[in-house]
């Protein structure tokens, strides 16, 4: 379980997350949506452990991040480091050693090459892979789908659902409202920091809507294309 109380965030005069509460529980998946500027990732943060912040956040383990695994839209890797050395070193901060790495390289990714040599969606899939064996019992994925291909987007999606199997606790953040609707349990919306609504599966397609029309109004009609 993690659950928040009144958490805020505020950088220098701008409150960035205001009074957000949300509970997370085992064998869930959560979508977190919002226009960008919106907080998701700040929140993120937030839970494990990277800003300060004011409110709570509880959970099943102490310290919360040593049993998290954080996927950032773009991930870090040290500039002379391998693929191959970049999840050993995830690994072991876990105490995860002997991995037969090679036979888990699900993705067929050049493991003895440097990582900062790879393309967006293959660091994207190197810091998955990492964070997926360290056996983590929550995962927060922000934008796990972008920037990745067709045949990967569709991998992740039934890793997710694994996990879920597994009872553990994912959290979501996408711009793909289609990817949250095959794999979430619940999704939030946040608007300006502000927690707007909590919507449960049988209303995916009402909150999709409602984002369409939010989000477009009148604007396509404002550029006259002819």
Same mark, same amino acid.
């Given at each position: ?154 991998? !992740?999606? /039934? ?6 199997? *597994?009872? +553990?606790?994912?959290? =979501?953040? &996408?711009?793909?409202? $289609?990817? !949250?609707? /095959? ?6 919306? *946040?608007? +300006?920091?502000?927690? =707007?609504? &909590?919507?449960?599966? $049988? ?16 604007? =396509? ?6």
């Amino acid at each position: 379980m993690i659950k928040m109380n009144d958490l805020s965030k505020v950088f220098g005069d701008k409150e960035v997350l205001k009074n957000v509460s949300m509970e997370f529980s085992k064998g869930n998946v959560y979508g977190i949506v919002g226009e960008n500027g919106a907080g998701k990732t700040t929140l993120f943060r937030c839970i494990a452990g990277l800003e300060s912040y004011s409110g709570e956040i509880i959970s099943d383990f102490t310290p919360l991040k040593n049993h998290l695994g954080l996927l950032l839209t773009d991930p870090f890797f040290f500039t002379m480091i391998t693929g191959r050395e970049y999840i050993r070193l995830l690994c072991n901060a876990r105490g995860k050693t002997n991995l037969d790495i090679d036979s888990k390289n699900i993705f067929d990714l050049p493991l003895h090459q440097y990582a900062s040599t790879y393309s967006t969606g293959m660091k994207k899939k190197l810091a998955i892979t990492a964070i997926l064996l360290q056996e983590n019992e929550y995962f927060i994925l922000d934008e796990p789908f972008n920037g990745v291909d067709i045949q990967s987007n569709i991998i !992740l999606t /039934e890793i997710i659902l694994k996990l879920k199997e *597994l009872n +553990k606790i994912v959290i =979501i953040s &996408s711009h793909i409202f $289609s990817t !949250l609707s /095959e794999t979430c349990d619940e999704i939030h919306l *946040l608007r +300006k920091g502000e927690q =707007i609504k &909590s919507v449960q599966k $049988s209303g995916f397609k009402n909150l999709e809507q409602e984002m369409k029309e939010m989000t477009i109004g009148n604007r =396509i009609d404002k550029l006259e294309l002819k």
